[in-house]
């Protein structure tokens, strides 16, 4: 198996930790600040871990340019929205159902990379992404019986556009960013990566802040009060963002994006036994084409 799919398992257990964390502070915290939260309490973390990879590993820290401050920048603020759509939308579905949506990004990130970026993709990866799509599509449907009446119904719903704009948003961070590490002069991955994810979640901290400061001071102070568990939000979301910027700079966004569909599975596992919500059979046969459109990746790897 190769390391960049065993890095996106990781990343997409430390992403359904921080999305589990996000959905009970909505119960006394806003949007805004839930998803702010990631990023100022992130950043001192992915201080650390640069600044472990350079002493402990003698990595050089790469020079930056123009070009990288530019991606980092609009990865920066895509990633921003697509945070805040993806948390206002578990106020309107389930757990698991609302974070499907946001996984439309796979396949959205094939077409943006093609489009923007230029990047070529072989037959079965782009087959196993199909059908992870599809999975995902099953999985939103409203009805136990899935139908075709009832599937653009429901992606034509609020929470579904919501779910996909988020998506849109994030598959444009995730391009931003592997183009903005692959374009550092290091030549070690793992210093790229890093790099990028400090200079990213800087950005953010300070232009979000900056806004958090001017239109939600409450919020904001309410956030840090809440800093026991905005800290672990902050701590498990740089874990993630960490293996995911790793991973995408070793491959293609849109594979690492499918492979990270695994997180679905530990999102039911979240619903079942923690939220108590209850599952349908859509979601379950939805699941099983998500696994298949994963295992088809793992074997092109």
């Known amino acids: 198996m190769e390391l960049w799919v065993l890095i996106t398992i990781a990343a997409a257990v430390f992403q359904t930790c921080r999305n589990t964390l996000q959905k009970n502070l909505k119960l006394d915290l806003g949007t805004n600040a839930i998803s702010y939260a990631r990023f100022v309490f992130g950043l001192p973390w992915a201080i650390a871990y640069i600044l472990t990879l350079t002493y402990f590993f003698d990595f050089d820290i790469p020079e930056t340019h123009i070009k990288f401050w530019l991606l980092c920048l609009i990865a920066g603020i895509s990633q921003i929205i697509a945070t805040s759509l993806l948390v206002y939308l578990f106020s309107f579905k389930n757990f698991m159902v609302g974070t ?159 492979v990270g569909q695994i997180e679905i599975i530990f999102t039911i596992l979240i619903s079942l036994f923690f939220f108590k919500e209850k599952i349908k059979l859509n979601e379950y046969v939805g699941m099983g084409l998500i696994i298949v459109s994963i295992l088809l990746l793992m074997y092109k790897a």
């Open 100 to 258: 499907t949506y946001a996984k439309t990004e796979a396949i959205q990130a094939v077409i943006l990379g093609a489009l923007l970026f230029h990047e070529s993709f072989n037959i079965l990866g782009v087959i196993s992404v199909i059908i992870g799509l599809f999975g995902i599509l099953i999985i939103s449907s409203s009805k136990n019986r899935f139908s075709l009446f009832s599937l653009i119904k429901d992606v034509t719903h609020k929470t579904a556009l919501i779910g996909l704009g988020s998506g849109l948003f994030f598959a444009l961070a995730s391009l931003c960013l592997r183009d903005a590490s692959l374009s550092l002069s290091s030549s070690h991955f793992l210093i790229s990566a890093s790099m990028t994810l400090v200079c990213v979640l800087l950005l953010q901290s300070v232009l979000f802040g900056f806004y958090m400061i001017v239109r939600e001071r409450n919020d904001l102070i309410k956030m840090f009060r809440r800093y026991k568990i905005t800290a672990i939000v902050g701590f498990s979301g740089v874990l993630g963002s960490a293996c995911w910027f790793t991973a995408m700079t070793l491959t293609a966004v849109a594979y690492v994006k499918t």
